[in-house]
């Protein structure tokens, strides 16, 4: 069995941890611990430390191993080790959180310097009426034409399946360029 590696990377509260329970094979491995930053504690209650662990088949012969990395720039010494390997990733954003936007900006500049694997951005929480469109959320962060911006709903498999499936098509269409 072939086994490719993706993360899934974004800003605290994203939903990356969300993303991969939602459409893990296995029961996802977690670092959650209590979020101690009140400013924090103002989003969520748990908070990924250092990675975040799933799978899914895509077939008899190939599996996807997710790995979630921690959001929070202090736990950022993951992103890098996380990166190893992978041969595409995620950048979660949440949709209704554009105060948010330069933090996306500066993880996704950050992981340009990590690797040069092709990634998309899933804009997350499309469900909920306060979602900015995917495509405000390009112009916001500045993310190149040639690069997905997908709706999405990490609590939902098939968007979540559907960002996947699309950035397995841009590996597949940059491997064969």
Known sequence: MQILKIVITGPYAAGKSQFIRTISDIEPVSTDYAVTLDEERAL???TTVALDFGTIAINDRLSLYLFGTPGQERFSFMWEHLAIGAI????????CRP???PETQRLIARFAEITDAPFVVAANKQDDQAALPPSYIRRRLGVPAETPVLPCVATDRASVKQVLLTLL???????QD
């Open 44 to 46: 969520k209650r748990e």
């Open 99 to 101: 105060a948010h936007f």
């Open 88 to 95: 595409g990733y995620v950048v979660m954003v949440d949709s």
């Open 169 to 175: 098509q841009l590996i597949a269409t940059q491997v």
